[in-house]
């Protein structure tokens, strides 16, 4: 039994519809999602970044990649002010020498921190990634002293996951940026050129069906 043409051809337009619509809601992605949904803490990463939406909502890879840097210097300078804190109370011996090594890592952290909008700015993304798997390994670093025997509660725990995973998203924006041309800051232009390629395929569906 033959298919009436005209259902033929509504199989077809719906075929095409779901096809563009699911180009379209590609097309809408933002790069905050693009970021997160690339990270181990996808949660913690949409959430430290909506915390500023006004910055981030219309924000490109680059200047997201400033935010992370600007988040990940203010973690690492405030752990370092609480290990002089804890480290001028302590009275183990143990405690005192792996705070004072954690200050070490930290300090290396911010080193790495500062170098990265260098790194950033001057399109070597290349070193950037470097970098930001530098302050990753810094706070991992710093974690593993309290799990060595004896075993105990690590003080900075907090600032640690922290660091590590803004290190992480870092590192997962330095992968998204291209490593062969320098692309200054981006604002809305990113989601413009997502929103004119959903508008050119919801044209295209429209003509296709009438």
């Given at each position: 039994?033959?298919?009436?043409?005209?259902?033929?051809?509504?199989?077809?337009?719906?075929?095409?519809?779901?096809?563009?619509?699911?180009?379209?809601?590609?097309?809408?992605?933002?790069?905050?999602?693009?970021?997160?949904?690339?990270?181990?803490?996808?949660?913690?990463?949409?959430?430290?970044?909506?915390?500023?939406?006004?910055?981030?909502?219309?924000?490109?890879?680059?200047?997201?990649?400033?935010?992370?840097?600007?988040?990940?210097?203010?973690?690492?300078?405030?752990?370092?002010?609480?290990?002089?804190?804890?480290?001028?109370?302590?009275?183990?011996?143990?405690?005192?020498?792996?705070?004072?090594?954690?200050?070490v890592y930290y300090g290396d952290a911010l080193t790495s921190?500062?170098?990265?909008?260098?790194?950033?700015?001057?399109?070597?993304?290349?070193?950037?990634?470097?970098?930001?798997?530098a302050v990753n390994g810094d706070a991992l670093n710093c974690?593993?002293?309290?799990?060595?025997?004896?075993?105990?509660?690590?003080?900075?725990?907090?600032?640690?996951?922290?660091?590590?995973?803004?290190?992480?998203?870092?590192?997962?924006?330095?992968?998204?940026?291209?490593?062969?041309?320098?692309?200054?800051?981006?604002?809305?232009?990113?989601?413009?050129?997502?929103?004119?390629?959903?508008?050119?395929?919801?044209?295209?569906?429209?003509?296709?069906?009438?």
């Amino acid at each position: 039994m033959a298919i009436p043409i005209y259902k033929s051809y509504s199989c077809t337009y719906l075929l095409i519809f779901l096809f563009l619509i699911s180009g379209i809601f590609f097309a809408s992605a933002t790069p905050v999602e693009d970021v997160c949904h690339r990270t181990h803490d996808e949660a913690f990463c949409r959430t430290v970044l909506g915390s500023d939406p006004p910055r981030t909502q219309t924000a490109g890879l680059h200047e997201l990649g400033q935010i992370v840097i600007d988040m990940a210097s203010r973690i690492a300078t405030d752990a370092k002010a609480k290990i002089l804190s804890l480290s001028s109370s302590a009275k183990d011996p143990k405690l005192i020498k792996d705070l004072k090594m954690c200050g070490v890592y930290y300090g290396d952290a911010l080193t790495s921190v500062k170098a990265a909008t260098n790194y950033l700015n001057r399109g070597e993304y290349g070193d950037l990634n470097v970098n930001a798997g530098a302050v990753n390994g810094d706070a991992l670093n710093c974690e593993a002293l309290f799990q060595e025997p004896p075993t105990r509660k690590s003080p900075l725990t907090s600032e640690n996951d922290d660091l590590e995973r803004f290190g992480e998203i870092l590192e997962v924006i330095s992968n998204l940026l291209p490593s062969t041309e320098y692309n200054p800051p981006q604002k809305s232009g990113y989601l413009e050129k997502r929103y004119k390629t959903a508008h050119l395929q919801f044209i295209l569906f429209v003509t296709l069906l009438f």
